[in-house]
């Protein structure tokens, strides 16, 4: 498999989410990739931990409500170094050509710039950042371009 060469922000989907195109930062800072979720409940479902959420758009519009069994809750210290348990889920994502099954936290980012962040190990393996590009898949600051 060739390696991508991605900008320090492109345009992602995450097909099983009915979430994207959307515009998100590549952060090799960040271990995990994160999601900018709402209305954030965890329930039991046959012992296994079960989170639903809403995805919010970046005009505050809701997105698609969502559900997908818990992979774990880890520890994550966000950008102003506050730590915070966060629920993961598995879902696949498609960024350029490539789809691949990634872990992903959720969380409320709406005074971020983005409302996802993609980390290093998402990257790791499949692409290369190029700090100083931006949408070299495709796409502009506005538009996602022509998806594949």
């Given at each position: 498999m060739k390696t991508l060469q991605v900008g320090w922000r492109e345009w992602v989907e995450l097909p099983e989410l009915a979430i994207g195109p959307i515009k998100a930062k590549v952060d090799t800072g960040a271990r995990t990739s994160a999601l900018h979720a709402i209305d954030i409940e965890i329930a039991?479902?046959?012992?296994?931990?079960?989170?639903?959420?809403?995805?919010?758009?970046?005009?505050?519009?809701?997105?698609?409500?969502?559900?997908?069994?818990?992979?774990?809750?880890?520890?994550?210290?966000?950008?102003?170094?506050?730590?915070?348990?966060?629920?993961?889920?598995?879902?696949?994502?498609?960024?350029?050509?490539?789809?691949?099954?990634?872990?992903?936290?959720?969380?409320?980012?709406?005074?971020?710039?983005y409302r996802m962040l993609v980390g290093r190990t998402t990257l790791s393996t499949d692409f290369i950042v190029a700090p100083a590009e931006s949408f070299l898949l495709g796409g502009d600051e506005a538009n996602p371009g022509n998806p594949e």
């Open positions: 039991e479902r046959d012992g296994q931990s079960w989170v639903t959420f809403t995805y919010e758009h970046e005009d505050g519009s809701l997105g698609t409500h969502n559900e997908a069994p818990v992979a774990e809750f880890r520890e994550v210290t966000n950008s102003g170094g506050q730590s915070e348990l966060r629920p993961v889920i598995k879902t696949p994502l498609k960024l350029g050509d490539v789809y691949k099954l990634i872990e992903l936290t959720l969380t409320q980012r709406d005074n971020m710039a």
